[in-house]
């Protein structure tokens, strides 16, 4: 069965995204294994490398977030679930979908004035905007909701949720 052209395009962007957090993660254990040599084989620490892996990390963590979010991997609590009946059930999993949308469309917006708000400071050690590190939240935050309008069409169509062994197998 050929996929519909708004998962292919979410499948792609999942490919770069998980390519941007393997090269943020490579880059952190790099500057991390730099700071932890200069600090105790020659008593010189960098001044920058602790707020570049604070940065750093909030990058990595929100890009992951939007990559289960693709994937359906986000843990729940599904106890009370199901204990409800199946129908139920169905229905909640359905309007879950529609609320998690709505929430990271919500929550992109409030990161774009997040970062408008704060284009001005600078950093302390990096001598960088603010707004660099906090667009994590916008970006990653986007492709949520852009995920979560390709649950919605997968919904809407009566395609069944993606779960996270699938998203595996098309690795």
Not at 18 to 28: E, F, Q, R
Request: hydrophobic share 50%; glycine share 4%; with cysteine.
């Amino acid at each position: 069965m050929e996929k519909p052209r708004l998962q292919s395009f979410c499948d792609v962007i999942e490919k770069a995204t998980l390519n941007a957090t393997m090269v943020i993660c490579a880059v952190m254990l790099v500057v991390a294994w730099m700071h932890v040599v200069r600090r105790y084989a020659f008593n010189n620490a960098l001044t920058w490398s602790e707020e570049f892996l604070r940065f750093s990390i909030v990058w990595y963590a929100l890009l992951s977030a939007s990559i289960l979010h693709k994937r359906n991997g986000h843990l729940g609590i599904t106890i009370f679930r199901e204990m409800m009946p199946k129908a139920v059930q169905k229905i909640l999993q359905r309007v879950m979908i529609y609320l998690a949308t709505i929430t990271a469309g919500i929550v992109t917006v409030a990161g774009v004035i997040l970062v408008q708000s704060t284009w001005e400071q600078i950093t302390p050690a990096l001598g960088i905007s603010t707004a660099l590190p906090y667009a994590a939240v916008p970006v990653s935050f986007f492709l949520m909701t852009v995920y979560g309008l390709m649950h919605i069409v997968r919904d809407i169509k009566g395609l069944p949720p993606i779960t996270p062994e699938e998203a595996k197998l098309e690795d």
